[in-house]
């Protein structure tokens, strides 16, 4: 029997939050990661938790392969094809081929190469277009990087907002450089979309899926992209600073040497020749050696993914990240009304990534303040760990932001409940006023 | 009393050997590593071996900091201060000054960041100079980057045999990029002459410390040198790929940004400004977030250095590491007479590294062969870990190489006695010619 009439939404409560959890064909997941006992830990964002098995992997290529079977590890324990093996764990997840995708390096050098070899690809097939296209609110590395390879090689690089990309790509654009889902809103690109208008103009793409792979589901090959980059130390759960990857179209790959042509990126690497020959393929991609005991670590969280696929993989991800970021939202609206949050994450589906950043004005707080900084710290204290963003200041349409990632792998609904009402009892309780939450750390 | 008449060197025994070792102040060091029983690891400038204290650190590392403390470590276990803490470990090691040096990336990459600066600081100071020099046998990852700048901006890379360095440094010359000890054949330049014979024309220099830091006292400021560029996986023990360090003089340092500008580079990383502002002297080299458990078993490598200046620092060490090579050539000589070893390393202790390159010429093995390469699969298989690198070929000046390193941090003069005995049993057996031992394998 259907209704017809308008019912006014009924309350969620935490029986509902737990009748999700006990529906969730993802739960089992959960135990595969050393989460802290009594933390909700909403900042896999930032840095994804501990796999269980990243403890007993550490020993084992610490004291094993390092130190018994010492440099004969680079054979019998595979050190040497980490880059590309560790590449096809990542590429079923952004919808890149086999062997296309190489671990190497960070996020920043991975878009140094990248970006060189589209304006080299650019000034030969489009000699006219000098300009790079980015969003202001892009994450500042990507920006720093092409800042660095514009003045190098002669190009502009124009900052827009959103809003401005169906206008601003226009011939003289070589490449559209943007960051998949943003890392302060969490707002997502269209891939498909922008990739077509660029290519429409023959201008070439790159993706950073910092904020992507392994959050929402990525199609690179299906989106026709021309190159990508992304960290893994994020929804990857690869540990601090692991090594990043990259990712770039066949029909580019083996056009130009990148110019961080170390001799893991050469041909013959073992052969010790003076001349640098790039390898076929992604492999050229590589700089030099890898830092082993990260990368080992990194395969622990990219296998927690292969057991992921059993249980529906992305799609199922998806499905559970939308889920969880739905009622966050709706949790916080029904829990903390009048205490001056917005979302400022998108509410659309298709234009939201795996995280939800609520927003405070400026004045909301101490001396002119949002107070965003302090109830992100009120909330450490609790065990809620989420982070902080600032703003632009005052007068600026970017305000100061409390954000909130939920990894699929290992957050629970019942986990989104207890964080909101922590969120309400300090805002209730005005606890974020304390003056130790109101000192800035240098890392936030 | 002297004696003034010649004495014919008596033989040396092994029990000269262990009173080498009951006289030796740094043997306590030894323990400082868990050596695998029944190995004597002489590849040491390879692979170092791995300090006692990594294993535990390791565990410290993922479970406690990652897995607990997750994204509160940057603060509170000074993740975000690594680059330079750990730089100003090594600093003491290679004459750099307090916060001169950063551990960052990888030596490659390092090197880009480099010689990239030398060339723009060359290009305004002396604009007709676009030559860049470096030795034929230099590591070929130094070859390759330099190829890769010399094609981005005009400029030559020119390659020389280490008799020509005097007469080749001439008005054209921008940059002298020499690896300070070279990795075939153990043969040391000497830092100060050379660089005081560039600067003389004006050219600048960059030493690549690889086979350096932590083997042979270095003095980068005593030497008036550029920059200088090192991995630490090697003499300092930091583990399989661990980071590598940059060092760039005070006078140069803060003249342009490096060129691969990531966040942890800016002036100010953490407030996320969309322009680029390079951060204070060496700090600017930084790029990307580094892979923070293999920087801090780095530490670990790095810590007992500091336990060395106690018993007498890189002196001590150097002593040691001389006493070593030249046991280890005496000993080849008086045990191996009469089959086909060369010593490739100088006898001159002011031109020798912390290794011994031993030669076989062509033919002397199987099917034209040398022989080199089954030799030391030989060994390996007795447990003497050294390693192959070949040479040019027939008729090549570069003939293949038996590579032996003497790490004096835990390397002992009874381990050279048995090493050679092993050497003298696989060459008086000719059990080098068995089939298993003449297959290559992909990393040798």
């Known amino acids: 029997m259907t209704t017809n009439h308008t019912t006014t939404a009924a309350a969620i409560g935490l029986d509902d939050c737990r009748r999700m959890d006990a529906a969730d064909v993802l739960a089992p997941l959960r135990q595969r990661f050393a989460l802290p006992a009594g933390d909700i830990y909403l900042d896999g964002n930032s ?40 590449g096809n764990l990542i590429a079923p997840l952004i919808g890149a081929g086999e062997n296309e995708v190489a671990v190497v390096d960070g996020t920043s050098l991975n878009l140094y190469k990248v970006l060189h070899t589209a304006l080299r690809i650019s000034a030969q097939d489009r000699p006219q277009a000098r300009r790079i296209i980015s969003e202001r609110s892009n994450f500042p590395t990507d920006l720093y990087i092409a800042q660095s390879l514009c003045q190098q090689f002669g190009y502009e690089l124009v900052l827009i907002e959103p ?40 201008i070439l793409t790159i993706w950073d899926l910092c904020h992507s792979a392994g959050a929402v589901p990525v199609d690179l090959h299906g989106s026709d992209a021309d190159f990508a980059i992304g960290c893994s130390y994020k929804y990857l759960n690869g540990g601090p600073g692991a090594p990043a990857f990259v990712w770039v179209h066949p029909r580019h790959v083996n056009r130009h040497a990148q ?75 029904q829990e903390c009304a009048g205490h001056g949050l917005g979302v400022a994450t998108p509410r659309e589906h298709a234009q939201r990534g795996s995280q939800v ?30 982070d902080f963003r600032a703003g632009g200041g005052p007068g600026s349409r970017h305000l100061d932001i409390l954000r909130f990632g939920f990894t699929p792998l290992y957050v629970g609904f019942e986990d989104v409940w207890h964080a909101v009402a922590h969120v309400r009892a300090v805002l209730q309780s005005q606890e974020w006023r304390k003056p130790e939450f109101n000192q800035r750390k240098s890392v936030t």
């Open 163 to 202: 809003e401005e990309l169906p206008t601003c790509l226009q011939d003289d654009v070589a490449v559209l450089l943007l960051t998949h889902v943003n890392y302060r809103t969490g707002a997502m690109h269209d891939m498909q979309a922008l990739t077509a208008a660029a290519h429409a103009k023959g």
């Open 357 to 386: 950043s609520l927003t405070r004005e400026y004045g909301a707080g101490i001396d002119g303040d949002s107070g965003a900084y302090a109830i992100v710290q009120a909330l450490i204290a609790r065990g809620v760990i989420g």
């Open 259 to 333: 110019p961080l042509s170390g001799w893991h990126g050469h041909d013959a690497p073992f052969a010790f020749v003076p001349g640098y020959e790039p390898a076929p393929n992604i492999a050229r991609y590589q700089c030099g050696t890898q830092p082993v005991v990260s990368m080992a670590l990194l395969e622990c969280g990219l296998q927690v993914f292969a057991e992921a696929q059993a249980l529906g993989g992305m799609a199922a991800l998806r499905r559970k990240s939308l889920a969880l970021t739905d009622l966050f939202i709706q949790l916080i609206e």
């Open 47 to 86: 840095l994804g938790a501990q796999p269980v098995a990243a403890a007993q992997r550490a020993q084992e290529v610490v004291t094993q392969e390092w130190g018994k079977d010492l440099i004969r590890s680079w054979n019998s324990a595979g050190w040497v094809d980490m880059p590309l093996r560790l």
